[in-house]
């Protein structure tokens, strides 16, 4: 079974940045899909950005792109999202998820449903 936790997030000034980890334990995070989600108060949960097993794919929602990066080091069994110039509306909780493979990887980047494993999630503030 693999197990996800989030780190790095917190309370952050509009144009500030932040750097989410998502940790894998319990199995390789090596042949997952990994995806960023973030759900804010009172909104659907929406997804932000994935990216492929070996990390050679990736893709941004509207909202994230040009803002925010998506990467992973494989050998530490970790992803990240990086996130620089926050605004207000990024404030949300944010989760890293995993899916068993790269299978339909662009098509279904956002379909939490090929998610099988989740992180408990962690809060992003953006706030003066």
């Known amino acids: 079974q693999l197990q996800l936790v989030e780190s790095g997030g917190g309370l952050v000034q509009p144009g500030g940045s932040l750097r989410l980890s998502c940790v894998a334990s319990?199995?390789?995070?090596?042949?997952?899909?990994v995806g960023w989600f973030r759900q804010a108060p009172g909104k659907e949960r929406e997804g932000v950005s994935c990216i492929s097993s070996s990390g050679g794919g990736t893709n941004y929602a509207d909202s994230a792109e040009g803002r925010f990066t998506i990467s992973r080091d494989n050998r530490k069994n970790t992803a990240y999202l990086q996130m620089n110039n926050l605004e207000a509306e990024d404030t949300a909780v944010y989760y890293c998820?995993?899916?068993?493979?790269?299978?339909?990887?662009?098509?279904?980047?956002?379909?939490?449903?090929?998610?099988?494993?989740w992180g408990q999630g962690i809060q992003v503030t953006v706030s003066e």
């Open positions: 998820a995993a899916a068993e493979s790269d299978y339909n990887f662009h098509k279904a980047c956002y379909d939490s449903d090929r998610y099988r494993y």
């Open positions: 319990g199995r390789t995070l090596e042949y997952h899909t």
